[in-house]
């Protein structure tokens, strides 16, 4: 029995506090300590510019707005950032070396 999966990417463009819009793919979400984060890095329609990127992962905070509507803030916490940077780290190494090895 074949497992069918979603190989399109979650795309998000992001406009940053200078106004500037930037496409990112969404690799996961977590709630932590009653707090909901996203793991992305930048994506890009060129194979050129994907090798060039140095793969930096963003970790972006959700925040509600005044509408309901669910915002990707920047987090300003320094510890928070790494804390939670480093819990995705691991995450999604163990998920890519399932995916590699197997289960």
């Known amino acids: 029995m074949s497992e069918e999966m979603d190989l399109n990417p979650d795309i ?3 406009i940053d506090e200078e106004g500037v819009e930037q ?16 793991a992305l890095i930048p994506y890009f329609d ?7 990127d140095d793969g930096d992962l963003i970790i972006l905070k959700s925040q509600m707005d005044d509408n309901n509507e669910e915002l990707m803030i920047s987090i300003d916490d320094e510890e928070e950032y790494q804390r939670v940077g480093n ?3 691991e ?3 163990q998920m890519f070396e399932e995916e590699i090895y197997g289960e």
Not at 23 to 36: A, Q
Not at 46 to 52: I, N, T
């Open 87 to 89: 819990i995705f780290l």
């Open 12 to 14: 998000y463009t992001l």
């Open 23 to 38: 496409t990112f793919e969404l690799l996961d979400i977590m709630e932590l300590d009653d707090e909901r984060y996203f």
């Open 91 to 93: 995450k999604l190494s």
């Open 46 to 52: 060129d194979p050129e510019a994907v090798v060039e």
